[in-house]
């Protein structure tokens, strides 16, 4: 079948699946998520996801990741998803074109630099309606000395990678990655707002409601073919997905918050520092200026308008866990996003 039929068969039948999904909410207790109907199950749905040559199938980061999210996607909606991606080497294989969704981890590929095979089937495929979803395609410079900085860390940008935005320069020459507002409705695709934030800690769940993810939002940057998002990409979300054979999450996440008070910057100011000193990109375009003790821990940050304030960790097995139920929520908006748009 070809993609945009394809396409349209599932957007269809989707928004009907979610239409009937929100009324029936109104008609039933609420509960912490979204309630599937009883339409039937809509065609069969494969997920590309990207493993170079280079890389041993065997092995890949976050095994479990994508197969989990595609899972729970199945079981959380009438999408027919595949929980088994598919695997393509790069973007000139020709199992791309059957895939409306592909996954690809910055991390997976050393080096973006598109063949001219590749550059000539990205175009149409994006063009034809195709989405292409890069993880860890936001990376803070602080983080970009090793690839593997960037899979653990998923500090907040508005900014791709260099490497993905001279990528595809040669893609969409006339087209680059713009800051994805949170107020884009890929946020509230089929989950709305952020989980349950009561048993955090009120200075975390204070700072993740405002600051970190309010109403249930990321930094995220666009790259837009006709309107639609054709490439996303975001800092690290996939290390929230992956649950082992007995349904436990395969990692443990920590929260790292931002925490000022009176004075601070007057010390802060002129405090040694014997890591690097780098610059963010905020979502309104202004920066933060980031100083590390160690390479890839931020120690404080001075902010647009001579505000600062320090870098405090948080760990928890609540935290974690909402942390878990978060990115997987995210997963699943980019997702029915991808497909219904």
């Known amino acids: 079948m070809k993609m945009t039929t394809w396409r349209q068969r599932l957007g269809l039948a989707t928004l009907l699946v979610l239409t009937l999904n929100l009324v029936a909410a109104e008609s039933l207790p609420q509960s ?9 199950s809509l065609d069969e749905v494969r997920v590309a996801q990207l493993f170079p040559a280079a890389v041993d199938y065997g092995w890949r980061r976050y095994a479990n ?10 079981e959380s909606t009438h999408i027919n998803v595949v929980p088994e991606p598919v695997a393509i080497s790069d973007f000139a294989d020709e199992r791309l074109l059957e895939c409306p969704f592909v996954y690809a981890n910055f991390a997976d590929r050393s080096d973006w630099t598109f063949s001219s095979a590749e550059v000539e089937q990205l175009r149409g495929y994006l063009d034809r309606g195709g989405f292409l979803y890069i993880d860890a395609g936001i990376t803070a410079s602080f983080l970009r000395e090793h690839p593997e900085l960037g899979q653990h860390h998923s500090y907040a940008e508005w ?7 001279t990528a595809f320069a040669a893609v969409f020459p006339d087209e680059e990655f713009q800051p994805l507002r949170r107020s884009d409705p890929l946020f509230r ?33 666009a790259l837009r073919r006709q309107g639609r998002i054709a490439v996303l990409a975001t800092p690290i979300v996939a290390m929230g997905w992956g649950k082992n054979s007995l349904g436990q999450w395969d990692t443990t996440i920590r929260f790292r918050v931002l925490e000022g008070t009176a004075g601070l910057g007057d010390y802060l100011a002129t405090a040694a520092y014997s890591g690097p000193r780098f610059e963010v990109v905020r979502e309104d375009g202004g920066k933060d200026v980031i100083y590390c003790q160690d390479a ?15 870098f405090r960790y948080y760990a928890s097995r609540e935290i974690s866990d909402f942390a878990h139920v978060f990115y997987t929520r995210l997963g699943t908006n980019i997702l029915l996003y991808a497909l219904t748009r």
């Open 159 to 165: 900014d791709a990678c260099p490497e993905l935005k």
């Open 32 to 40: 912490s998520g979204p309630s599937p109907s009883s339409v039937a």
């Open 189 to 221: 695709a089929f989950y709305q707002g952020l989980p349950d934030t009561s048993l955090l800690p009120d200075t975390v769940k204070s700072y993740t409601e405002q600051e970190k993810w309010p109403d249930g939002t990321y930094s995220s940057v």
């Open 65 to 74: 990741a994508l197969p989990s999210l595609l899972r729970h996607v199945a």
């Open 296 to 310: 890839a821990m931020p120690a404080w940050a001075n902010e647009p308008g001579g505000q600062w304030r320090v």
